[in-house]
């Protein structure tokens, strides 16, 4: 069975950092594409980051771009988000999702919360 476990989430001041982690199990993690997506409260769901299967090739949303970083572990089937320079504007759940290659559904975590304010 697939599971998705988000931690690291939490309340900071504008200005801080926060890094978040995502913990597989369940699938084959190094044959799947990771990604972060975020909801802000009463918004849509948008996309935060993605890394490709061998940890090389990252893409990130604009609101993302320049301030967090996304990382993967295959050997600890782990996907973090570091996340600097945070503003009010990035609170929200944060959700990890696994996407096979070529496939248009993934699997979704539970969400973290990140609670941005002064």
């Known amino acids: 069975q697939v599971h998705l476990v988000e931690s690291g989430g939490g309340s900071v001041e504008p200005g801080g950092s926060l890094r978040l982690s995502c913990a597989a199990s369940?699938?084959?993690?190094?044959?799947?594409?990771m990604r972060w997506y975020r909801q802000p409260p009463g918004k849509e769901r948008e996309f935060v980051a993605s890394?490709?299967?061998?940890?090389?090739?990252?893409n990130y949303g604009d609101s993302a771009r320049g301030r967090f970083t996304i990382a993967r572990d295959n050997a600890k089937k782990t996907v973090d988000l570091q996340m600097n320079s945070l503003t009010p504007e990035d609170t929200a759940v944060y959700y990890c999702?696994?996407?096979?290659?070529?496939?248009?559904?993934?699997?979704w975590g539970q969400g973290t919360q990140v609670t941005v304010s002064s």
């Open positions: 890394m490709d299967t061998t940890g090389r090739r990252a």
């Open positions: 999702n696994a996407q096979y290659p070529g496939v248009t559904t993934g699997h």
């Open positions: 369940g699938f084959i993690f190094s044959n799947y594409n």
